[in-house]
């Protein structure tokens, strides 16, 4: 193609743009010690989801949809019906539907018969077999409808008695239809077509019917708008079966793990901090070095690169020049080269721009260093294979010949592919041998167009739209029905819960902390529980009392003001003092032991002793859950004091990180615990308790794990800002600032901070020393029923893990999640955010006591506090939109393609210059989520219930374009709720259509526990007859 | 039951725990088992348990009876006597393999156990524990093995399923080809064994150890060879310990070795293959006491991968590497301390150095924790250090000693480039030659296939009496 040798130069401006461009495809993922959820077509994300997934499906090579097999085993088991199927195809289609095809009316009845039954897709070099192995030829396929065949065979009987009856059968179309079976003729003799058994007649209709199909697709061949690939590797990779990325990966993953080090390895790499380009200068430049013979000239080229003193940009412009890449291409040919180290590409742009975040940053320019450095070397490995296997003199831009591309040959093979596929086609559509003949050309035309246009990924679109809305009716009946019901019982109001709400809980609005939330007001119905993003609007710096750095506890968009340390209590700081020191020899020996096993002298004294590590190797493997019990003990000789608080409060004017800047004025913790009570709607009704509960997780052996943790602490653990909020919330100061805007706390109100551990299933409270003895007695109920849920909860999540007996009771699921923690062998300690699916922001009142299984963000929001302009709502949505969505997508693309988008198994995973992993010693940095941690996933967008009205979600979709994004780009689904009738709108196509329940009936059970026992699967929502429901209807319990 | 029997029916329980166990993985899909894991976790721990309990016994009862050494003597399974040739199946219980076998033991069990748990829904499953007992079978009899044709029996096992597991994840292209280049490093280990083997028959008319080792109980070193006889069988069985044990030049494949399950890496790379050429030194020291040359040899081989090793490792970033490297080099300071003689030292250096490294491979996951726990116990960040300052005084040599690590050595290359390379370059003309001459006897034979073989398996337009007629042809 001569596009290719055009114009050779981009100008320098024009590669820095597209190297821009590129690097914005490249994986997001920063390193793994802060795993931050987003959507990973985060790049596609202006595109409609349809479209985004499609073209990231070309771009990455990944897949966009589940397979079709997988969706016609889902429709096989009840989770997709038919209905649906013709309800979203109905939907996809919108006007189209009635564009009128020939042959089976309008193009609706088409692909609703196409869907009907399975495609299955005949790669070209299956074909053969697949004919052989299903005795195509002889017998209808078995998806055929027997009476359909029937009718066919003495159909096609029919039409040849009339034609050839006679003997002669000299007209036009006899004569065409004559040559149709001359090449199968021989084996039936048409003069004793009388005598044929049926099975004779069944296998001459198929081979009739195939050769009208074959005739006709290769009368109207497809143009193939499969693009060729750009990059120079895949030719001579497609031509020689040499892989030059084999080579330079050789070199360059080395390179890239020493360059992004964070402090793994013993020595770092020379000049290092003087960037990409100064690095690979002084490791390969020098010369009398040992190298591949394809790098002989590496040194020459480095040496003129570094004497000319050419930068990177040019560099990279010189090479797109020898290369032949032309100016039109020149931002695909980038995208396709970066992308073909996608991981490492990733990391090193995300380290160069975020180098704040990791111990090792990488100066600016660093990508484009990177690319320039790539660039030579594949010359270099290029040039090397053309020559050995093409011989010498092969211009580098010659090697992109299409002549000698392998994918493009072959187009017989194709058309009888499509043939065979139009030919299952019509036995299961019962389209007529004849009728197919006597078509028009024209029509033939229009029907092949219709088939082509309906291609896999418009199929399996389809079949997935039917998979969510599936869900989608069924969420939102069983949230509409369960509010109805429990509005004719009198309880979908707060007013008057004054006097019986014993204590209130706040989590986080984290799906799995839905189960938590259910299991505390089942045990005690006098619990009234809340849920807020974790960093509970306290956006800080925080620094533990152990810890000698600053973490960011809040979303990642926020970059924190403020600073916040964690100090011993003056009684106990010698006793601190005295722990530090004791820790820090405990480090250093562990520190040593670790690097020093793996020198040479050192390492021979801890080997020889090394039969002592037989005792913790065995102990932690056989027992790992009393040798952590054991651990614990030694831990607690060196940790830090019990009693400690936090330094919270700013002397200085201007927060900063010095002494006297720690902290917050008066003022600004006044407006954090003001935002938190009005975004949630807790301004009256007190209890006199209020416990917040920040979350995370920890687990062993785990690369992952801060993947597990609260996503709007940006991957970190939200108890410092639950206790940070206790501590603002308590002072009589802010209260009396508050009460002057109007946010009256009663003095009989406290607030406690606390933490729960979602792996091990614990609750920690914070400062309970400070408590008023007034409130002493009222912590005792909180902290029974805490410990209940912690108990339930364990047991409920149990449920997932197949390692886990159904028949465990709550003590033993309580040992068992604590046991997976401390296990060095488990893969999936949690299974996290997987199965999320559903965000409901609005009062707890419209799902308290209704079974969500763990599947829904829950956002407390209280539409009638909220102003006209919707502000709150809208401030919420801001930070829930994106967070959720984010988090909903990951878990998508990395179920839907574990190996494309996902990181696949973990068992081979290798930590990797302490910033990602690796498969083995050697690969690409793997991005994403693995396998083991989605695969009990159910991948659907996230449907969001907000309870407001659709004039007002409009008008916030408008005003906000991030939301706008994914909300009209449909990267999420949106529906509105009314809290009075329980009315429902869906956002479909710019507005707000009513949504038709299904159903008014909801099941109910008596319990949380009596309806997830003994499953494993995913299970429907219901309504749980709690003591309230029970008491305050005449209702019972089935 | 005197106590012979005892020891007998011991000895065998520990060899045929393992076969056992092999036999029921293999056809524990067929068998009426609902849950197969549990199943096979079950029968994993009983073999692993009687086959241990049966080792500690024989010990137990060769600490009673004040011995050195039992043997289990199966007689002669194939002899042919024209050639003085005998498959003489036999086994020793002496103080080198009762401590590795109870080695091998703990650490299979343990990881059966950590595997039962980390393979946990693979689909790969039952292929693991299959790999895993052919594996444990292969390491219990070549450790026990008495003459040399058994070991080899075992040392073959060994090698069969640590390739088999390196390319455990077949999906992918690069275990593929990484186990591919296990096994072409372990099959030229072989043929370094097999020649030894047969070079040992040709002086001693023998494949038992006594033969070439004399009779008293190891670590006694008296060699009823001659020094020169010593010195050609223990170098090519230098040669394949080399090979098994990664020493150089055939480091390369070790943190090849990585691609499987951690699990596997730990045991097979960390801890038991990896020193199972330390082992057959060990077998053989008399041998190599006998030649001083040989000793020397040795010395030199262990220091060097030693050294080698461990400035590989320094460079290393990604914790599989660097923890291959760590393991690597011991490994070469166990066979410097065998040449030097000190066998005992040796042998409690290879136990202490499996223990050690299969600890730190299994928790190899959890270095991202290690890392935050013992920054936050220090009250600093953990950085990379400068190189010695030798080195880094000068840039020149600094950059130098960087490439080299960062290229390991440049083993690999010299291999690709001065074995491996000629070698395909031979047998490809060969393959041309040989085409070229079916050509002159048959015209229909597609020209030139040798290309083809080159670089694709069979030419597309070989119908299938074209096939034929090549078949004929060649016979």
Redesign the interface.
């Known amino acids: 193609m001569d596009t290719h040798t055009s114009h050779p130069d981009g100008s320098l401006s024009q590669i820095g743009q597209a190297i821009d461009h590129a690097a914005h495809f490249l994986p997001a993922q920063g390193p793994i010690t802060v795993f931050i959820h987003h959507n990973t077509l985060h790049a596609l994300e202006h595109l409609p989801f349809e479209k985004a997934v499609r073209h990231g499906a070309e771009l990455f090579g990944c897949r966009a949809y589940l397979s079709e097999e997988r969706y016609r085993e889902e429709l096989a088991v009840g989770r997709i019906r038919t209905s649906d199927i013709t309800s979203s195809l109905l939907e996809s289609l919108g006007d189209e539907a009635d564009i009128f095809v020939g042959l089976l009316g309008t193009r609706f009845n088409l692909r609703r018969a196409i869907l009907r039954h399975p495609l299955h897709a005949v790669l070209p070099e299956q074909l053969d077999w697949v004919i052989a192995e299903s005795s195509a030829f002889e017998k209808f396929n078995t998806e055929a409808d027997k009476d359909e065949s029937q009718r066919m065979v003495s159909a096609t009987r029919r039409w040849l008695g009339r034609v050839f009856g006679d003997g002669n059968g000299n007209g036009e179309s006899e004569r065409e239809l004559k040559q149709l079976c001359e090449p199968f003729a021989d084996r039936f003799s048409l003069a004793q077509m009388e005598s044929w058994k049926p099975s004779k007649w069944e296998s001459f209709t198929l081979n009739l019917l195939w050769r009208i199909c074959l005739n006709e697709v290769a009368r109207f061949p497809r143009h193939d708008h499969k693009r060729p690939p750009v990059r120079h590797r895949d030719f001579l990779y497609s031509r020689t079966g040499e892989d030059s990325d084999q080579l330079v990966n050789d070199i360059l993953i080395p390179f890239c793990l020493g360059l992004l080090d964070q402090g793994f390895s013993k020595w770092h790499m020379p000049e290092r901090d003087k960037g990409l380009f100064a690095a690979f200068y002084a490791l390969h430049g020098g010369g009398g070095r040992i190298r591949d013979r394809w790098l002989r000239t590496l040194p020459d080229e480095l040496a003129r690169i570094h004497d000319g003193r050419v930068t990177p940009l040019q560099s990279v412009q010189e090479s797109l020049h020898q290369l032949g890449v032309g100016e039109n291409e020149i931002e695909l040919f980038i995208t396709q080269t970066l992308l073909a180290l996608r991981g490492f590409a990733g990391m090193i742009w995300q380290v160069e721009r975020r180098a704040d975040r990791v111990a090792h940053g990488l100066p600016q320019g660093s990508l484009v260093e990177f690319l320039a450095i790539r660039l030579i070397l594949d010359r270099l490995a290029l040039a090397d294979i053309a020559r050995r296997e093409l011989g010498p003199r092969q211009s580098l831009a010659g090697l992109r010949d299409y002549r000698f591309h392998r994918d493009v040959a072959d187009p017989f093979q194709n058309t009888r592919c499509e043939a065979f596929a139009i030919f299952l086609l019509a036995q299961t559509l019962g389209w007529q041998p004849e009728t197919l003949f006597r078509l028009t050309q024209p029509n033939w035309k229009k029907l092949l167009e219709e088939i082509r246009l309906f291609d896999e990924t418009e199929r399996l679109q389809v079949f997935h739209l039917a998979y969510e809305r599936r869900f989608r009716q069924q969420s939102l009946d069983a949230i509409r029905n369960h509010h109805l019901a429990r509005k004719s019982a009198g309880l979908d109001k707060r007013k008057g819960q004054a006097g019986k709400v014993l204590f209130d809980v706040i989590t986080c609005i984290d799906e799995r902390e839905e189960s938590f939330r259910r299991h505390l007001e089942e045990i005690n119905p006098a619990c009234r529980t809340w849920a807020a993003a974790g960093f509970f609007c306290v956006a800080m710096y925080y620094r533990a009392a152990d810890s000698f750095q600053y973490v960011p506890l809040c979303p990642i968009v926020i970059e924190p003001k403020h600073y916040v340390e964690e100090r011993v209590a003056g009684e106990q700081e010698e006793d601190g003092r005295r722990r530090t020191a004791l820790r820090r020899t405990v480090g250093a020996t562990l520190h040593g032991l670790h690097s020093g096993s793996r020198s040479l002298f050192s390492g021979a004294a801890t080997a020889v002793l090394g039969t002592l590590a037989a005792i913790p190797l065995v102990a932690r493997v056989l027992f790992p859950r009393f040798t952590a019990l054991f651990r614990e003990h030694f831990d607690k000789l060196y940790s830090v004091p019990s009693d400690t608080w936090l330094q919270i409060e700013r002397k200085a004017s201007q927060p900063g990180s010095g002494n006297d800047e720690i902290g917050y004025s008066v003022d600004e913790m006044t407006e954090i615990v003001e935002r938190l009570l009005r975004d949630i709607g807790m301004t009256s009704e007190w209890s006199r308790l209020v416990i917040l509960l920040g979350h995370g997780s920890t687990s062993l052996n785990n690369p992952h794990e801060s993947a597990h943790d609260c996503g709007a602490c940006g991957g970190g653990r939200g108890g410092p800002n639950a206790r940070a909020w206790a501590r603002m919330g308590n002072d009589v100061r802010v209260r009396a600032a508050l009460a002057a805007r109007g946010l009256i706390v009663p003095d009989t109100t406290w607030f406690v901070g606390g933490y729960h551990n979602t792996c091990d299933d614990s609750v920690t409270l914070y400062d309970l020393s400070r408590i008023p003895s007034s409130h002493a007695a009222d912590l005792e109920p909180a902290r029974a029923a805490l410990h209940e849920a912690c108990l339930r909860n364990a047991h409920e999540r149990c449920r997932r893990f197949e390692s886990a007996d159904l028949r465990l009771g709550k003590e033993s699921a309580l040992r068992h999640v604590e046991a997976r923690v401390e296990d060095l062998s488990q893969v999936r300690p949690e299974y996290g955010h997987a199965t999320n699916a559903l965000c409901v922001v609005g009062r707890r009142e419209l799902t308290r006591n209704l079974y969500l299984d763990r599947r829904a963000f829950l956002q407390s929001y209280d539409p009638s506090q909220d102003d006209a302009n919707h502000s709150i709502l809208a401030r919420i949505l801001a930070a829930v939109v994106p967070v959720c969505g984010g988090i909903s997508l990951e878990y998508y693309f990395s179920y839907v393609d574990p190996e494309g988008y996902g990181c696949g198994t973990k068992l081979p995973h290798n930590i990797s210059a302490l910033v990602g992993v690796m498969n083995g010693a050697a690969s690409d940095l793997r991005t994403g989520l693995p396998w083991q941690m989605v695969e009990i996933h159910e991948p659907v967008r996230l449907l969001m219930i907000i309870e407001s009205t659709p004039e007002a979600m409009l008008s916030i979709i408008a005003g906000n374009p991030v939301i706008r994004q994914m909300v009209e780009g449909r990267w999420v689904q949106v529906a509105t709720m009314n809290g009075e009738s329980g009315d429902m709108h869906l956002f479909q196509q710019g507005r707000f259509v009513p949504h038709h329940p299904e159903t008014t009936e909801l099941q109910r059970a008596p319990s949380s526990a009596a309806w997830y026992r003994g499953w494993r699967g995913h299970l429907d929502f219901v309504q749980i007859d709690a003591a309230e429901l029970v008491a305050s209807g005449n209702r019972k319990t089935p | 039951m005197t106590e012979q029997q005892i020891f007998e029916s011991l000895a065998v329980i520990v060899l045929a725990s393992p076969l056992a166990l092999l036999l029921f993985v293999s056809f524990v899909a067929v068998l009426p088992f609902r849950d197969k894991e549990k199943a096979i976790r079950s029968a994993t721990y009983l073999a692993i348990l009687a086959g241990l309990l049966a080792s500690v016994g024989i010990a137990a009862g060769m600490i009673a009876a004040g011995e050195s050494a039992r043997l289990l003597d199966l007689g002669d399974w194939v002899a042919i006597e024209e050639v003085s040739f005998h498959f003489h199946v036999a086994f020793v219980f002496d103080w080198l393999s009762v401590p590795f076998l109870i080695l091998i033991w703990?650490l299979c069990g343990?990881v059966a156990?950590?595997?039962?748990?980390?393979?946990?829904?693979?689909p790969g499953f039952q292929r693991y524990f299959i790999l895993y007992s052919l594996f444990t079978a292969g390491m219990v009899i070549s450790s026990l093995a008495r003459t040399i044709e058994v070991l080899f029996l075992g040392w073959e096992l060994v090698g069969l399923s640590s390739a088999l597991l390196v390319g455990?994840?077949h999906e992918?292209k690069?275990?593929v080809i990484?186990g591919l280049r296990v096994w072409g490093v372990y099959r030229f280990a072989d043929a370094a064994f097999l020649i030894a083997a047969l070079v040992l028959h040709h002086m001693t008319n023998h494949g038992d150890f006594t033969a070439m080792t004399g009779h008293a109980a190891w670590p006694a070193t008296d060699s009823n060879l001659e020094p020169w006889q010593a010195f050609v069988a223990g170098l090519l069985l230098l040669i394949a310990a080399a090979g098994k044990s990664a020493l150089i030049p055939f480091s390369g494949w070790l943190?090849?070795a990585?691609?499987?399950?951690?699990?596997s890496s730990a045991i097979f790379y960390g801890a038991l293959s990896v020193h199972l050429g330390a082992f057959l030194l060990l077998r053989a020291c008399p041998l190599i006491a006998a030649s001083p040359a040989l000793s020397a040899i040795v010395v030199c081989v262990g220091l060097a991968t030693?050294?080698y090793a461990?400035v590989v490792?320094?460079?290393?970033?990604?914790?599989?590497?660097?923890?291959?490297?760590?393991s690597l080099?011991?490994v070469g300071?166990i066979v410097a301390e065998i040449g030097m003689g000190w066998y005992v030292?040796a042998l409690?250096?290879i136990?202490?150095?499996?223990?050690?490294?299969?600890?730190?491979l299994?928790?190899?996951?959890?270095?991202?924790?290690?890392?935050?726990?013992?920054?936050?116990?220090?009250?600093?960040?953990?950085?990379?250090?400068?190189?010695p300052r030798l080195l880094s005084r000068y840039?020149?040599f600094?950059?130098?000693v960087?490439?080299?690590?960062?290229?390991r050595g440049?083993l690999d290359?010299f291999l690709?480039?001065w074995v491996i390379g000629p070698f395909c370059t031979v047998f490809r003309q060969f393959t041309r030659w040989e085409s070229r001459w079916i050509a002159m006897w048959d015209s229909r034979v597609v020209n030139d296939a040798g290309d083809d073989f080159a670089?694709?398996p069979i030419h597309p337009d070989w119908s299938e009496e074209s096939a034929m007629d090549h078949e004929r042809v060649s016979r």
């Open positions: 703990i343990t156990a950590f595997t039962s748990r980390y393979l946990h829904r693979e455990f994840f992918r690069s275990p990484n943190p090849r990585m691609e499987g399950p951690t699990a030693a050294l461990s490792s320094s460079v290393q970033a990604d914790v599989k590497s660097a923890l291959a490297f760590a080099t011991q300071l030292l409690l250096h136990l202490g150095h499996a223990f050690l490294r299969t600890l730190q299994l928790r190899a996951p959890n270095l991202l924790h290690d890392y935050f726990k013992m920054e936050t116990a220090m009250g600093r960040r953990i950085v990379a250090g400068d190189q840039p020149f600094r950059d130098q960087y490439h080299f690590a960062l290229n440049y290359s690709d480039g670089s694709g």
